[in-house]
Structure formats: C-alpha cells, structure tokens
C-alpha cells in the first residue's frame, strides 16, 4: 500500500478495499516508528488527521470524493494550517498556533485530502542542507548521515521513506527540487504565480513559490491539479483559466526538443552525476527525444544575484518578528529597543541572522545602485538568456545537483560551498520559470541522482510528459531506501 501511487490509492478508497481512516493510521504508525531516527516531522496531530480522514470516507461514501478525497499529504511547515504549529523551522515561532489556513491548505481541505502533519525544514526556508532548524537536522533515508537536502528535506525525507503519500513544499532557489533529487524522488516547483503564497510564511517574495513532493511525475500532476488557482489575496497570483496537468501525461516524445546548457556540464560537476544524467539523456533520445546543445552563459551569475536579492527581500519580510505581536519574546529586556534586539537575537538562528545583515547591507544607503539594483539588472539577463534558449528547444535538462547528498556538518562552516550547492537551480527562480527534477540513478556509495528538467512559463504539462514517459521507460522513481523498506 505504501508503495501505490495516488491514483492507485484513490482506486483502493473509491472501491472500500482501504477506508482513509486505515490508510492515515498506516502512515501515523510508520511515523511512529521511523521519524525518531530521521525527524522529517516537526508537528503530528493525530486526533486532527483521523477526524479528516473520517470526514473524507462519508464524502466518499456520499459519492463526492475528488482525486484527493482521502488521501494523507504531509505539509512543509511553512504553510499556516488553522490550528496547527506552524513554526517555519525557527525559535522565533516554535509556539504559534496558526488562525487560518494557507490557500494551499484550503485546496487540500476543499479535496478533502487528509494533513498528516507539518514536515521539518530549514529555518524560514534558509538553507540547502536542511541543517538550520531549529527542531534539529533531518536525516536522508538513504544514509543517515547524509543531509536530505533543503530547505525542504523535512518533506523529502519523508516522502522517500514513505512517511506520507505526497509533502507540499515551497521553491526560493531549488527547495524543492534539491532535495527531491537527493532523495531519490520527484518535486515540481510550479511557474511564479500559479499557486498562491497566501498564508505561506515569506522569505524571498519575489522567488517563493509554493510547491509538490512526491514519487512520480503522474502523482506531481494530480496534486498540482488540487493545488494550483488564483487567490485574490495575493497580488502575485495569476488568474487563468483552470488546465488538467495530467493530460498530456501519455503522449510520446517524438520530436521533443532537449537542450543541454553547456553551463551545467561544466566544472563542478562530478562525475558520478554526470554520468547518470547523461545514461537518462541517452534514454531520451531512444524515446524519441531530439537533443542540442546550447548556452545560458549569464547562468554563472545566478549564485551571486540571488544572494543580494533574496536577503534583501528576507531582511524586510523577517521585520514583522520583532517580539511585540506574536512570535518570541526575549524574557528579560530593558526596554523596548532591547526588546527588539534580545528577541530577534535569540529567537534567530545563525543563518537567518547572518542573510538578514547581508540584505540589510545591500538596501542601505550607498550600496543600493551598487549591488541590488546590479543584481536586477543581470536578473533581467538570466531570464532573457532562458527565453532565447526556448526558440531552440521545448525543455531544457541538466543536472539538479552538482553532487550527491552530502554528509551532515560537511558545509556548515563553509557558506559559500552550501551556496553553491543551489547553482543549477537558481537561475529557474530568478526568472520565475517553472522547474523540476525526477531522479534518473545513483552516484557513489548508492546516493540517488536528479535529473532537472525546466520549462518554459506555463509548461508543466509538458515537462510532466517528458517525465512521466522516462518514467514508464525506467524504474529509478521506484526504488525505495534498504533502511525504511520493509518496516
């Protein structure tokens, strides 16, 4: 049961084989016992999941169930879900109970899809390793000395275990895709705007986008089917005609245009990734596929643009915790200003102060014109290199990582190297692209491989077809950790 997809699992419900009640209970019990040894969960309300999975068995005996109605999603926890802790990862909300929901919650709660709880994740998305939260380190399922990848590794991790049917997550520079790949599975981050970031605690507002985990490219389409809609509440929702991700899942790949951007097959990329990714290309072009070389060669700035404009966004949006409305609260100060200070000093982790700083540095006066008006000028460059790369070709593959997992506290003290971590990922983000990587492999010592695949805006459907069909050629997304298989 734990390996069906989602649509084998809405089968299994529709046909009384399972009710949701006992597939909840089947995740719950495997959380029990395998989340103390990865701690891919932050938060677990048991009473709320089984009354939802109550609900949704007499919506289905009713006859109202949706492709979700039933099923257990585990949600990143940087989503508010009305009367859950929400905590982002960090000190500075460990103890907030959310008032309301998260469009993305809503649009589960409205397909009456079961939250099975709140995954772990670095500290307000900050992070590639899924090392910075303050709930402590999320462990690969795979080797659990290797990081899962971040920020959303809480979800990856769980997921890979088969912790849950499917995890949301959120994409500000490759969090979901990273760690999709290091884990061994499929994340989607869709095109900027088509899923609302309302009630989806902010980081980089202009790079956030709200996103899906889960073991095949049908199941990523499925979900994306319940999560996408336009939200009048935030400003950067796209209001567009409702469209069925799934249904170009089965059409062949005949005459598909692959381009390979020299930039991510260059130096520092190891070997051991590069030969899985190029072994899945060579499966491409037995599919049918049509492969080209071509160049993004503003792509090697994405790693310096990204780290001026998201801690310049990150410095205004992590204002509003300042201890005074909600959040922590320093217990000793001497007055208000030393409120502010003691509170965000203790209730931040190192990360978050440290991208803060830099923001702040960058929007001060004087340094503005210099580095965060530059940064949008090349951001601009970025995005027109990928525009002009889709004249040439209808998706665009490469490596999601430029190495495998690799093992917890290798980076900690080197930020650069955890940066560069990211730099196959950044620039779909800074040009609001849709991206998303399945995995196609394993490196050294049996770490899976990611393969990335990035459309152009509006594209999923197509690049859930491009791997969707690897999928039918191949059985990578299938494989499951020797640690957690079986229990």
């Not at 899976?448 to 152009?456: F, K, T």
Request: proline content about 4%; glycine content about 8%; charged content about 20%.
């Amino acid at each position: 049961m734990i390996n069906a997809s989602l649509k084998q699992l809405s089968a299994q419900l529709a046909g009384k084989k399972i009710s949701s009640v006992e597939l909840t209970q089947l995740y719950l019990d495997r959380i029990a016992a395998l989340n103390p040894g990865l701690n891919a969960y932050i938060t677990l309300n048991p009473d709320m999941s089984l009354a939802q999975a109550r609900a949704a068995d007499e919506r289905i005996a009713q006859g109202r169930a949706q492709a979700l109605t039933g099923i257990p999603v585990a949600q990143k926890d940087i989503f508010c879900a009305k009367g859950w802790r929400t905590t982002c990862g960090s000190k500075m909300l460990a103890n907030f109970i959310s008032p309301y929901d998260a469009h993305v919650i809503e649009q589960f709660n409205r397909a009456g899809a079961v939250n099975l709880g709140k995954t772990n994740m670095d500290e307000f998305a900050m992070g590639s390793s899924n090392e910075t939260s303050y709930f402590g380190v999320v462990k690969n399922p795979w080797n659990r000395n290797a990081v899962p990848g971040g920020s959303s590794g809480g979800s990856a991790a769980a997921v890979a275990a088969r912790l849950c049917a499917a995890a949301t997550g959120t994409d500000t520079g490759g969090s979901i895709r990273q760690p999709a790949a290091l884990c061994g599975i499929s994340g989607l981050k869709p095109t900027y705007g088509v899923c609302s970031r309302y009630g989806m605690i902010a980081f980089a507002s202009s790079l956030d986008q709200a996103g899906l985990m889960a073991r095949s490219a049908e199941d990523l389409a499925l979900l994306l089917n319940t999560m996408a809609g336009f939200d009048e509440r935030d400003s950067t929702s796209l209001q567009r005609e409702k469209e069925d991700y799934a249904r170009d899942l089965s059409k062949p790949l005949n005459g598909l245009r692959i381009g390979l951007p020299k930039e991510f097959f260059a130096e520092g990329l190891s070997s051991d990734v590069a030969q899985a990714v190029e072994a899945a290309i060579a499966e491409y072009r037995k599919l049918g596929a049509r492969v080209m070389d071509i160049s993004l060669p503003n792509s090697r700035l994405s790693i310096p643009v990204y780290y001026v404009l998201a801690p310049a966004e990150a410095s205004s949006n992590l204002s509003r915790f300042d201890g005074v409305r909600y959040g922590y609260r320093a217990p000793d100060y001497a007055d208000l200003t030393d409120m502010y200070e003691k509170s965000r000093a203790q209730g931040f982790g190192e990360e978050v102060k440290r991208r803060i700083m830099i923001g702040t540095y960058v929007l001060s006066h004087g340094y503005y014109d210099a580095y965060y008006l530059k940064a949008q000028k090349i951001r601009r460059l970025i995005a027109q290199d990928f525009a002009a790369a889709f004249t040439q070709c209808d998706v665009i593959m490469g490596p999601t990582s430029p190495t495998t997992a690799f093992n917890l506290g290798e980076k900690g003290d080197d930020p650069v190297q955890m940066y560069l971590s990211d730099i196959y990922t950044i620039a779909v983000n800074l040009a609001g692209l849709p991206g998303m990587s399945i995995s196609c492999g394993f490196g050294t010592n049996n770490m899976p491989v990611g393969l990335q695949i990035i459309g152009n805006y509006f594209a999923e459907a197509r690049m859930l077809n491009a791997a969707h069909q690897y999928q039918l050629a191949t059985d990578w997304h299938q494989k499951m950790p020797a640690e957690v298989n079986g229990k």
